[in-house]
């Protein structure tokens, strides 16, 4: 038996070395079974060294593929953060929900007495157009020079004094709009109304984009069946939420609400001034407060301890709320400064 033919036999014993790739390409045996075998000493190592000589050419057949990844930028919110160049490479990242759209429940709205842009001219809606004009003046009118006018705090001083039924209501008569849109946010993190009041589910929000780098403003973004409303989830609930809207992150995020559209108004539905510290924190980077006192409920020392806790707001507006007219049954607002 020749030294060559002793060499294939002693490398048919040797035991396959189990590859971790489905389909490695053929081995040029012309060359490396040539280059393994020149030596007078058999290698046991052979068949190693051929299979790692064709994952090495593997790899290098794909390398124009791994050039070819190249980021996007998220420019308009619901782009890909990246486009592989080939659809047979997928990098694997987190992944997040991308902007969708739901179904707010407009017959529970009118059930629950608020304004449905879809119903009957009420008393209701012609005091929020009241209580909307100088919210939308100080934000657009001309000359309004109030930095962040179009950012706008919904508050209490205490819970279930009305502040998320006057919120909504704001946002949907601003939505009637006919040159203005309208984001609604759920701020009270703690304890998120939004979504049970509209019929909806909870989904991704604001915490979310605050807590995790893979989730944009885009991801947690809701289009609604109502013409130019959305809303902003409150997200998942976090111990140390204080700090979060008191971060860099949401002092950039209020800042790209506030000026990346100049025809939208965003209205938070904050937490209650004297339950919480999250809407003291809140209430800095507002541009308007509109403060919320609930009819034979709310007492001015309670009222005069909330309006301390507003530091750097100077446009703080109140409405009455859970008020009645002669006629039982009607309720009534009332706006001023």
Not at 72 to 95: E, K, N, Q
Not at 298 to 314: F, M, P, Q, V, Y
Request: net charge negative; aromatic share 4%; with cysteine.
């Amino acid at each position: 038996m020749s030294l060559i033919e002793r060499a294939i036999k002693r490398m048919d014993e040797v035991p396959a070395v189990p590859s971790f790739r489905a389909e490695p390409p053929p081995i040029d045996t012309e060359r490396d079974d040539v280059a393994v075998l020149a030596d007078a000493t058999v290698d046991a190592e052979a068949p190693q060294r051929m299979h790692v000589a064709a994952t090495a050419r593997a790899v290098e057949a794909r390398e124009p593929q791994l050039r070819g990844l190249e980021p996007v930028m998220d420019d308009d919110w619901s782009a890909p953060l990246g486009t592989p160049a080939s659809d047979d490479f997928v990098i694997d990242r987190p992944a997040v929900p991308r902007s969708k759209t739901v179904t707010i429940d407009l017959q529970r709205l009118r059930e629950g007495g608020m304004i449905a842009p879809d119903g009957d001219k009420t008393p209701l809606a012609e005091e929020f157009r009241v209580i909307k004009r100088p919210l939308l003046k100080n934000a657009f009118g001309s000359g309004a020079s109030i930095r962040n006018g179009n950012l706008i705090m919904v508050t209490s001083a205490f819970p279930r004094e009305g502040k998320s039924f006057c919120a909504i209501n704001l946002a949907m008569s601003i939505a009637m709009e006919r040159d203005r849109t309208v984001l609604l946010v759920d701020a009270d993190v703690a304890r998120p109304s939004i979504p049970q009041k509209f019929g909806i589910a909870p989904d991704v929000g604001l915490m979310d984009v605050l807590l995790d780098s893979h989730v944009s403003l885009a991801d947690a973004i809701v289009r609604t069946n109502v013409n130019k409303l959305a809303l902003l989830p409150a997200g998942r609930p976090h111990r140390q939420a204080t700090e979060l809207l008191a971060s860099e992150a949401m002092a950039n995020l209020l800042a790209e609400l506030s000026e990346r559209y100049s025809d939208r108004i965003v209205i938070f539905d904050s937490p209650p001034l004297l339950v919480t510290t999250e809407a003291r924190t809140l209430a800095a980077n507002m541009g308007q407060i509109v403060m919320v006192v609930e009819s034979d409920n709310t007492t001015h020392e309670a009222l005069r301890e909330a309006l301390a806790t507003i530091e750097s707001c100077d446009v703080v507006g109140m409405v009455l709320n859970k008020g009645r007219r002669s006629n039982p049954g009607d309720s009534y607002g009332y706006y001023g400064y």
